[in-house]
């Protein structure tokens, strides 16, 4: 919580209204006394003093000049961009059957790819945005949650409250942006170890957050390549083994959800791009039940 410094600020003053009852700008504003005039300080020495008639003709004063029109509200703009307002995701229209598959690479989309540490998300997803034919973001919730510095709740610490609040902060942070990249025609990637037992923290908040449109797909190599991958990672991205082989468990849960699975063990990053382009383009044509 940030505290006051010196004086309070004045409240805003109302359209048509004075200031605020009870605030008194003499009071934390001191000045001159009103019933007498200021003396104006001494000129600075070589600088000619102010004549004290000034020789330039006055305008009369025009008391019945109209008054202009108060100006229209400006738009949310960037320079002389204007930038639509970003709102839900929806359900992407199913093809008509005479269509042929729609094409993921040419079309706006959110993803969020779904996995165990270790499975190559950040890795799939910032690949898969960097080779597409049309302006795509990578909003990684991870990096999201370490922009807090002082006070950041590292989950290797243990799950406590603080952390819970972080990564949902983290979350809806997500969900911001990429409404608003979408609402502006730019795809979204976005990667998350959602757990399918907690439906209303992970898959819930995503939709919440993002919208119904939100196209999901879960990354679940086997636990050896999770393992080995985990392994080269530093700093609080590595976690234990233990910790590991227990979040990858919680990941089996995925199978029978209906949601799209890729096992990228046997693939390298641009081969899971590809399948998971297929696996994109099937559920545009039919989304899944989430």
């Known amino acids: 919580m940030q505290h ?71 738009p949310d703009t960037t320079g002389h961009v204007p930038l639509p307002p970003g709102g839900p995701v929806a359900v992407p229209s199913a093809p008509p059957a005479t269509a042929t598959m729609p094409e993921p690479a040419t079309t706006t989309l959110a993803v969020l790819l779904i996995g165990p540490a270790g499975a190559g998300k950040t890795s799939v997803a910032k690949y898969w945005a960097d080779h597409r034919r049309v302006p795509t973001a990578h909003i990684s919730l991870d990096d999201v949650r370490e922009w807090v510095r002082s006070g950041f709740a590292d989950p290797q610490s243990g799950w406590n409250d603080n952390s819970e609040a972080q990564y949902r902060l983290a979350r809806r942070t997500c969900g911001f942006a990429a409404r608003n990249f979408l609402a502006n025609g730019i795809s979204c990637i976005l990667d998350d170890a959602v757990f399918p037992d907690r439906p209303v923290v992970g898959l819930g908040g995503w939709k919440r957050h993002v919208g119904p449109g939100l196209l999901p797909v879960v990354l679940l190599p086997g636990l050896d390549i999770v393992l080995e991958r985990n392994a080269e990672r530093t700093g609080n991205r590595r976690l234990t083994d233990e910790e590991v082989a227990r979040i990858h468990g919680r990941m089996a849960g995925w199978y029978g959800s209906g949601l799209p699975i890729i096992d990228n063990s046997q693939l390298d990053v641009p081969e899971t791009a590809q399948v998971l382009d297929e696996v994109l383009a099937r559920s545009i044509a039919s989304p899944p039940s989430w």
């Open 4 to 74: 006051a410094v010196g004086s309070p600020l004045p409240p805003p003053h109302l359209p048509g209204h004075g200031p605020a009852n009870g605030w008194s700008p003499a009071a934390h504003h001191p000045g001159p006394h009103q019933g007498s005039a200021p003396v104006p300080p001494p000129p600075a020495p070589g600088y000619p003093t102010q004549p004290p008639h000034s020789t330039a003709p006055q305008q009369p004063a025009h008391p019945t000049a109209p008054q202009q029109p108060p100006a229209p509200a400006v």
